[in-house]
């Protein structure tokens, strides 16, 4: 496998959305799947479904809201970590990290903040100042890392369509956008904008005021890349028809390819590095 296909897709809740995740499935094929906002308990996520449509997966489900998950074609990822540390207390289903085809995903459902400012702005701040905290050992592991999912961050003023209708959105708040560069500044390649440095590329259209009619989006979902991983991006982009289904979650499907080249003889050895969690993996033996 030369081309390597990455995509994160916040579903808004898998159990309805099950027949679009499906299609987008058969029809795109990504290698691995990052999925968020599940908005389900891990006994309802559907794996029988997932493994005929060939994929594996992990994942960390909640009931109601959150969820994370992370899909590989043809495989089953290797988990590694659930969970962020440096809060012991934190019961959120937000980030789940694993193994899969010869690279370290991290999977991540930053959270929303809002209102702000409140205690749910705080928490999201907290939480993003435990993410750089972790993250800048992921960057510097020497293995091939993406991170990637719905960050929550409209980065700046040209990742959405008109930023004085959200000046008061936890999404654009300067404190926000600072931790985002922050995390950035530790090396990492925001893939979707490194392929794109000059255009307007959305990832979400909430359901309000035809924002999805008139292309009124914002970019809240990426896929960071370390240096290992970088000089192999190719392309990138967003699967805009998956928004336009019947009751399509406000998200689309965000992507970028890699080659891999032939090197992806360090896979096993990679596998056998990794540091597991304390909580087990959700890892099942199936054949696509």
């Known amino acids: 496998m030369d081309i390597l296909k990455i995509a994160t897709f916040n579903i808004n809740g ?7 995740l499906l299609e987008w499935l058969e029809r795109e094929g990504p290698d691995v799947v990052c999925l968020q906002e599940l908005k389900a308990p891990d006994a309802a996520f559907p794996i029988n ?12 489900g909640q009931a109601s809201w959150n969820g994370v998950a992370i899909l590989a074609k043809g495989m089953d990822p290797l988990e590694s970590r659930r969970g962020l540390p440096g809060d012991e207390g934190d019961t959120h289903s937000r980030y789940l990290e694993g193994a899969a ?3 370290i995903v991290g999977c991540l459902y930053l959270p ?3 209102p702000q400012p409140g205690p749910k702005f705080d928490y999201k701040l907290a939480w993003f100042e435990r993410l750089i905290n972790y993250a800048a050992g992921l960057y510097n592991s020497g293995h091939p890392v993406v991170l990637a999912g719905d960050y929550n961050v409209v980065p700046t003023d040209e990742d959405i369509y008109n930023p004085r209708s959200w000046l008061k959105d936890a999404l654009l708040q300067p404190e926000s956008r600072e931790r985002y560069q922050r995390l950035l500044a ?5 893939s979707v904008r490194a392929r794109y440095p000059d255009e307007r590329i959305y990832t979400f259209w909430d359901y309000f005021r035809q924002h999805w009619q008139k292309n009124s989006g914002l970019r809240i979902d990426h ?9 192999r991006l190719r392309s990138a982009g967003v699967d805009r028809w998956v928004r336009d289904r019947p009751r399509a979650s406000d998200h689309a499907p965000t992507w970028i390819e890699l080659d891999m080249g032939a090197k992806k003889e360090g ?4 596998r056998s590095t990794l540091k597991r969690s304390n ?5 099942t033996a199936w054949s696509p």
């Open 101 to 103: 085809h010869g690279v």
């Open 223 to 231: 896929l960071l890349l370390n240096a290992e991983l970088a000089p």
């Open 186 to 190: 530790q090396g990492w390649t925001d």
């Open 267 to 270: 896979a096993k050895r990679q």
């Open 279 to 283: 909580t087990p993996s959700k890892i």
């Open 112 to 114: 929303n903040g809002n």
């Open 14 to 20: 898998i159990r309805s959305r099950l027949p679009a």
């Open 49 to 60: 479904d997932i493994h005929a449509a060939g994929y594996g997966a992990i994942w960390h």
